[in-house]
């Protein structure tokens, strides 16, 4: 025998093991705590096995998985919900590094433009000198690119709830002056994506 039980978040619906009459669960769908009806003991819909406040699961992909804790008060957010949390931040990451990324190449490839409409220049007494200058400025341009990537990668992460580490590597670039995009001015997009990679409502929802 089973339990058919709807989420209240997303309406997706559930049948539920008899053994789990007055548990909860979370929606696999949107992350909303599910209470299943009391069986005929008359037990508290949720609350006989875990207490009126548990919401934390040991399991964030388990949508039977047991609370870490009863009675926390701890408020647990939905997917939704949580997605729009991140979104406005990775768009702000993504227009920054966008115009760090129009920058680094438009430095590198004047830089090349520059060589090649002097080439003469090189062989001059400077020549040995201006080389270098050349391949320090284009190494520094491809690290600046490779880096704005990363950090376009991460606000992909962030913004859809894909890979942790990915959006808190893209998060931790964005937050340094040498690396980030466009020097300091990606800081603050940075520190606002650290905020919300480390809160508590919206970690669990991280899909891998």
């Avoid at 699961?57 to 949508?63: L, R, T």
């Avoid at 870490?68 to 957010?77: D, E, F, K, P, V």
């Avoid at 931040?89 to 760090?100: E, K, M, Y």
């Amino acid at each position: 025998m089973s339990i058919d039980v709807s989420c209240l978040g997303c309406s997706k619906a559930y049948s539920v093991p008899d053994e789990r009459a007055g548990q909860r669960f979370k929606c696999k769908a949107c992350g909303t705590v599910v209470s299943v009806p009391a069986d005929e003991w008359g037990f508290d819909s949720g609350n006989a096995a875990f207490g009126s406040n548990a919401t934390e699961f040991s399991d964030p992909h388990n949508p039977y998985a047991a609370p870490l804790a009863s009675g926390t008060g701890a408020h647990r957010i939905g997917r939704a919900e949580a997605l729009s949390k991140t979104k406005f931040c990775a768009i702000f990451l993504f227009v920054i590094t966008g115009f760090s990324v129009v920058h680094h190449l438009f430095v590198g490839i004047s830089t090349l433009v520059a060589v090649v409409a002097d080439p003469a220049a090189m062989n001059g007494p400077q020549g040995d000198a201006q080389m270098v200058q050349v391949v320090a400025g284009l190494a520094a341009g491809t690290i600046g690119i490779v880096m704005d990537v990363l950090v376009i990668l991460g606000a992909y992460s962030l913004m859809n709830l894909k890979k942790y580490s990915m959006a808190m590597t893209g998060a931790i670039i964005a937050c340094i002056p040498c690396c980030g995009p466009c020097l300091v001015l990606g800081i603050p997009f940075g520190i606002w994506a650290l905020v919300l990679l480390n809160s508590p409502e919206i970690k669990p929802h991280f899909e891998g």
